[in-house]
């Protein structure tokens, strides 16, 4: 039966969020098609629970490769293999340099259609068709499959939830894969998080934004203070500018290639207001901008701006923002 495959990666035992999205997002569009959702797990003796996990979230197989997990062109093979062998019509990933990566590679592989950054996906006539933002954001564009379709999501675009049958697990298959010789010539040396990949900037009531007009990576401690000094559920968050030259970590990132957040607050310092940082930030519900050039592009979309030297501004923000809270 066609259908769609998912790649689930995992580390220490638990899935990652973003893959689960994928799973929950196939298992939902498997069953408008009629079909049936499946995922491949890679990984040195993955066992028999963890990989049956993913039936919670709807996959109805899951195929188990022995091979290295977390470098993508091991998982290439193995997701090659497994939809030729099963005429899978479709690949969905979760947002993620991994996916993309995977993706692209999986694309070049089967010859198939590709789209990434997609951020919806709905079903018409019996296929399916992704929806990808474009032009900044201010327009989609509608993406459908001759062949095989390989659909990579924006990160966290597919929310998971676990299906209504959430106690059932997934059968596993296991499956022998040959990989292909360049595949086994990376090999990973240490996993861990970034620093910083905690930070949960989606969620934040109060975002504390910084650019490239910090001047250095230490602009960020005070920011962090002003963060702090809001309490409650605040955050500090970044423009790409700043992430690309390691003054932040990229899990901080708000724009086009980072996340979209619409907290209570957003308050930007020294950030010019670039359409591709501005497509991440627009919905918040408050724009607050300092900058010392009253002709930057972010004063045309803040409800409030301050011109004039962040160094000298910030400070004294946090002195009357802790004098407001009485500490
Ligand atoms: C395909 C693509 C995708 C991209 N994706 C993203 C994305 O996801 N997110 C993102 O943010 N960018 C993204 N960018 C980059 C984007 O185009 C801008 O280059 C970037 O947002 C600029 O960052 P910035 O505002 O920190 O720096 P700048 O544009 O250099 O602005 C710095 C600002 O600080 C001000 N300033 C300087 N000193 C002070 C001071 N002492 N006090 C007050 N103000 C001061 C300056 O007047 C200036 O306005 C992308 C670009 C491309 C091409």
Same mark, same amino acid.
């Given at each position: 039966?066609?259908?769609?495959?998912?790649?689930?990666?995992?580390?220490?035992?638990?899935?990652?969020?973003?893959?689960?999205?994928?799973?929950?997002?196939?298992?939902?569009?498997?069953?408008?098609?009629?079909?049936?959702?499946?995922?491949?797990?890679?990984?040195?003796?993955?066992?028999?629970?963890?990989?049956?996990?993913?039936?919670?979230?709807?996959?109805?197989?899951?195929?188990?490769?022995?091979?290295?997990?977390?470098?993508?062109?091991?998982?290439?093979?193995?997701?090659?293999?497994?939809?030729?062998?099963?005429?899978?019509?479709?690949?969905?990933?979760?947002?993620?340099?991994?996916?993309?990566?995977?993706?692209?590679?999986? &694309?070049?592989? %089967?010859? #198939? *259609?590709?789209?990434?950054?997609?951020? @919806?996906?709905?079903? +018409?006539?019996?296929?399916?068709? =992704?929806?990808?933002?474009?032009?900044?954001?201010?327009?989609?564009?509608?993406?459908?499959?001759?062949?095989?379709?390989?659909?990579?999501?924006?990160?966290?675009?597919?929310?998971?939830?676990?299906?209504?049958?959430?106690?059932?697990?997934?059968?596993?298959?296991?499956?022998?894969?040959?990989?292909?010789?360049?595949?086994?010539?990376?090999?990973?040396?240490?996993?861990?998080?970034?620093?910083?990949?905690?930070?949960?900037?989606?969620? &934040?009531?109060? %975002?504390? #934004? *910084?650019?490239?007009?910090?001047?250095? @990576?230490?602009?960020? +401690?005070?920011?962090?203070?002003? =963060?702090?000094?809001?309490?409650?559920?605040?955050?500090?968050?970044?423009?790409?500018?700043?992430?690309?030259?390691?003054?932040?970590?990229?899990?901080?990132?708000?724009?086009?290639?980072?996340?979209?957040?619409?907290?209570?607050?957003?308050?930007?310092?020294?950030?010019?207001?670039?359409?591709?940082?501005?497509?991440?930030?627009?919905?918040?519900?408050?724009?607050?901008?300092?900058?010392?050039?009253?002709?930057?592009?972010?004063?045309?979309?803040?409800? %409030?701006?301050?011109?004039?030297?962040?160094?000298?501004?910030?400070?004294?923000?946090?002195?009357?923002?802790?004098?407001?809270?009485?500490?």
């Amino acid at each position: 039966m066609p259908g769609i495959l998912t790649f689930a990666l995992h580390y220490e035992g638990a899935f990652n969020k973003n893959s689960l999205g994928a799973v929950t997002e196939a298992s939902k569009l498997a069953r408008e098609l009629g079909t049936e959702a499946h995922a491949v797990v890679v990984g040195e003796n993955v066992p028999d629970e963890l990989a049956s996990q993913l039936g919670a979230y709807g996959a109805s197989k899951v195929f188990r490769v022995q091979a290295p997990e977390g470098l993508a062109q091991p998982v290439v093979d193995a997701m090659a293999k497994v939809m030729t062998d099963n005429g899978h019509d479709y690949a969905l990933f979760g947002g993620g340099l991994l996916g993309f990566e995977i993706g692209a590679g999986l &694309a070049a592989r %089967l010859n #198939a *259609g590709v789209t990434m950054e997609v951020t @919806a996906v709905d079903v +018409e006539d019996g296929r399916l068709v =992704a929806q990808r933002p474009i032009l900044g954001d201010s327009a989609i564009s509608e993406s459908r499959y001759r062949g095989k379709g390989i659909i990579i999501g924006r990160l966290n675009a597919f929310e998971m939830q676990q299906s209504a049958d959430a106690g059932s697990s997934a059968t596993v298959e296991d499956v022998q894969v040959e990989l292909s010789p360049w595949s086994t010539k990376a090999r990973m040396v240490t996993r861990g998080e970034q620093r910083g990949a905690d930070v949960d900037i989606e969620g &934040a009531d109060i %975002l504390i #934004a *910084g650019g490239r007009g910090l001047g250095k @990576a230490e602009g960020f +401690e005070t920011l962090e203070q002003l =963060a702090a000094s809001f309490g409650g559920n605040s955050a500090v968050a970044a423009t790409r500018a700043v992430v690309d030259a390691g003054w932040y970590p990229y899990a901080a990132q708000i724009g086009q290639t980072g996340k979209t957040v619409a907290p209570k607050l957003y308050l930007a310092a020294g950030i010019s207001g670039a359409i591709q940082h501005k497509v991440g930030m627009q919905a918040s519900e408050n724009i607050v901008a300092i900058n010392k050039d009253s002709n930057a592009p972010i004063f045309e979309f803040s409800d %409030l701006g301050v011109v004039g030297d962040l160094n000298k501004i910030v400070p004294k923000l946090i002195d009357a923002v802790k004098a407001k809270k009485g500490g």
